[in-house]
């Protein structure tokens, strides 16, 4: 492994393969790949940035001598011997603003010595490095769509709710980015609040009678059940 800059090709210029070339540039030299997959001579690793759906295909049509780490979290590693995974665990959008320094890296290879190269490469971003097999990130992936695209859909429902009965969504904001901090400075079960967790049954039902779509009530009253599940009366 060298220990100058190393060349890291990027295949794919979405959100994610955006912004490690952003990154990896303050250090290294990353360069974005084609579709032909024409990779410089002097590449160290190949970083795969592409949907799930195409991370088999693209990887095995690599040089089998290549370091190949895909990006999917729900993905297992791949079958080449150099194969290997460099999964940042963050929700990642192409023009919005990032500090590395905050996003962990989960990482894994076939060898000790690819490992070392994917720890090189990733502590040039964070400190927050993890080495996590296949069959636990695929667990881990589970629980970050919970916490991050479930919870932004349930703000896209809210919302919608509030334009229904013409209210200014605005009035949310500082409720919407108290909860995440206050989640994980008490730990999520000690910070549920609400109507729910009270068995606060008229005000449940007042909130059913307010929401129009018959989806949203039936999720509506999944969670606050699951909410008194988790929270029943006798803890209270």
């Known amino acids: 492994m060298s220990d100058g800059p190393m060349h890291i090709a990027i295949v794919g210029k979405g959100n994610l ?3 490690l070339f952003n990154g990896l540039s303050k250090q290294h030299t990353p360069y974005f790949v084609d579709r032909n997959l024409h990779l410089q001579s002097a590449t160290d690793l190949v970083i795969v940035c592409v949907g799930d759906h195409r991370v088999s295909e693209v990887c095995a049509a690599l040089p089998e001598h ?16 150099r194969s290997g995974v460099f ?9 919005a603003a990032l500090n590395w320094s905050e996003v962990p890296i989960l990482i894994e290879a076939k060898t000790k010595e690819d490992e070392a190269v994917l720890r090189t490469i990733a502590s040039c971003l964070t400190q927050h490095i993890f080495d996590i097999p296949s069959n ?13 695209n479930f919870t932004n ?3 896209t429902l809210a919302y919608e709710h509030a334009a229904q009965h013409k209210l200014p969504v605005e009035i ?3 409720i919407m980015r ?4 206050k989640a994980i400075e008490l730990g999520p079960k000690k910070a549920q609040t609400g109507p729910a967790l009270r068995f606060d049954t008229p005000t449940l039902e007042k909130h ?7 989806d949203v009530q039936t999720l509506y009253k999944l969670l606050s059940a699951s909410i008194q599940k988790h929270h029943p009366k006798d803890e209270l």
């Open 208 to 214: 059913m009678d307010s929401i129009k779509d018959q």
């Open 66 to 81: 290549m370091l190949v780490a895909h990006t999917a979290g729900a993905l297992p590693i791949q079958s080449g011997t």
């Open 87 to 95: 999964y940042p665990l963050y929700s990642f959008t192409k023009n």
């Open 172 to 174: 949310l904001h500082a």
């Open 136 to 148: 636990k990130r695929e667990k881990l992936h589970a629980a970050a769509v919970m916490v991050n």
């Open 17 to 19: 393969g955006s912004h």
């Open 153 to 155: 859909h349930l703000y």
């Open 178 to 181: 108290q909860g995440p901090g």
